[in-house]
């Protein structure tokens, strides 16, 4: 078995530092892509509700109920 060779402590800092700057990206795209999902949840749920109107508008004009009768 070979014995572990000694890693340059300069190696080490990138390694970390690399890690570190990953760790900081990620949260602050996860941010962001959090705050984009929900605009789109509200923007789907505001168009679900004008779909619903506007086919319980129709089933009611479909069943002959009006207010010109």
Do not use: C, F, N, W
């Not at 509700?49 to 010109?68: P, Y």
Request: charged fraction near 40%; hydrophobic fraction near 35%.
């Amino acid at each position: 078995m070979v014995l572990p060779v000694q890693v340059s402590p300069l190696i080490k800092l990138g390694r970390y530092s690399a890690l570190v700057r990953g760790m900081v990206y990620g949260a602050k795209r996860y941010s962001y892509l959090k705050h984009q999902a929900e605009v789109e949840r509200r923007g789907a749920e505001k168009e679900k509700k004008r779909l619903d109107e506007l086919k319980r508008i129709e089933k009611d004009l479909a069943e002959g109920d009006t207010i010109l009768k």
